[in-house]
């Protein structure tokens, strides 16, 4: 190697150190700036429940004001929609699967990405025994805020407001990372497991799942195109990003590249089941940032739509008593 090599190499390590600890010093400051402004939010109820807290990292609020794109944004009516209609079907088999693969230690620290209604995080906190941490972060808000509901008083839980991609967190903190469903929707997937192996301790376990293709997963398939179908001109594209990410090489080598080994995947079939084609749909439009995508062009569309996506159900799983097959893909992963 010449010496110009070893020169570049020197200069990019310093930059990315110099990067590192600024961005910690700005945090640390930002952090104590923001505090005061935070607890008077608190105190005027505008921030939430106390047990809610909000970002106090630049660089997230700068990113959640400007560049939260439609796709991600699960705010309004839809979390409630999401977690009445869409939590039974959809992701409570799942949650109850990827519960039961979390190693139960007493002791140990688990956080959770992207929780949405709690519908994991109900589960893992009955599975898991009561002095484990259980930090669970979401990028909205509005979503942990309608998981409060479903824990008791003494069930502790932290609820946080947070970008997988970029956690408010010191490095090594964690027995293991959760996230269902969730990662199909981070931008930059490479730079969510670099986050997630910084937080992980030595020996951690990163443990997530994906839908697999649409093909596979035919409510979203049918809702996707019933969809589609009431826009001749740019269509919307919300079904595409949960149904995204699925190529398990592709998986496998972004975790590699952040520094994780013993990676695994499994293919997962489950029978989601409903009792009303109508209560699916319901979910499958209003449930889903989908919904305000087609409020913006023509808000009178909801309910036709609705309607089309009960009447395309129907004729495929029936009227009643849905059985509908699901596909996702398991993965987990040691640092
Ligand atoms: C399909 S929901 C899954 C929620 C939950 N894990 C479950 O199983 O019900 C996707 C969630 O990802 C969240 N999300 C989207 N982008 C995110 C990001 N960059 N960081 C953290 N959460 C994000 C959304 O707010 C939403 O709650």
């Known amino acids: 190697m010449r010496h110009d090599d070893y020169a570049n190499i020197i200069a990019h390590i310093n930059t990315k150190v110099g990067m590192c600890v600024a961005a910690r010093v700005s945090r640390a400051f930002f952090a104590i700036l923001l505090k005061p402004t935070r607890l008077a939010l608190q105190k005027m109820g505008l921030c939430a429940e106390q047990r809610f807290q909000i970002s106090i990292r630049p660089l997230a609020l700068v990113?959640?004001?400007?560049?939260?794109?439609?796709?991600?944004?699960?705010?309004?009516?839809?979390?409630?929609?999401y977690d009445r209609y869409l939590g039974p079907i959809l992701f409570q088999p799942y949650a109850e699967d990827l519960a039961a693969r979390v190693p139960v230690k007493k002791t140990s620290s688990v956080?959770?990405?992207a929780c949405g209604t709690g519908i994991l995080t109900r589960v893992l906190r009955t599975y898991l025994p009561s002095k484990v941490k259980l930090i669970a972060t979401d990028l909205n808000e509005p979503m942990f805020r309608q998981a409060a509901a479903k824990f008791g008083k003494g069930e502790k839980v932290r609820w946080l407001e947070a970008d997988a991609s970029d956690l408010p967190f010191d490095d090594r903190k964690f027995d293991a990372v959760v996230c269902q469903f969730g990662i199909m929707f981070v931008a930059d997937k490479a730079l969510a497991a670099r986050e997630a192996y910084r937080v992980l301790k030595r020996n951690g376990l990163l443990l997530f799942s994906v839908w697999d293709g649409m093909k596979h997963n035919k409510l979203g398939e049918l809702a996707h195109r019933t969809i589609a179908s009431y826009f001749k001109k740019d269509p919307p594209t919300f079904y595409q990003v949960p149904f995204s990410y699925h190529n398990r090489t592709e998986i496998r080598r972004v975790l590699k590249?952040?520094?994780?080994?013993?990676?695994?995947?499994?293919?997962?079939?489950?029978?989601?089941?409903?009792?009303?084609?109508?209560?699916?749909?319901k979910g499958l439009v209003e449930g889903n940032p989908v919904a305000?995508?087609?409020?913006?062009?023509?808000?009178?569309?909801?309910?036709?739509?609705?309607?089309?996506?009960?009447?395309?159900?129907?004729?495929?799983?029936?009227?009643?008593?849905?059985?509908?097959p699901m596909r996702a893909i398991v993965v987990r992963a040691r640092i």
Not at 63 to 81: D, N, W
Not at 302 to 318: C, E, N, Q, W
């Open 63 to 81: 990113r959640q004001c400007s560049c939260v794109k439609e796709r991600t944004k699960f705010s309004g009516s839809i979390p409630a929609a």
């Open 111 to 113: 956080l959770e990405l």
């Open 257 to 281: 590249q952040a520094g994780f080994r013993e990676i695994k995947t499994e293919v997962i079939a489950k029978i989601g089941q409903a009792k009303r084609a109508e209560d699916v749909a």
């Open 292 to 324: 305000a995508t087609i409020a913006k062009r023509d808000p009178s569309l909801l309910p036709v739509i609705t309607d089309a996506v009960t009447a395309a159900i129907t004729r495929r799983f029936g009227k009643q008593n849905i059985h509908a």
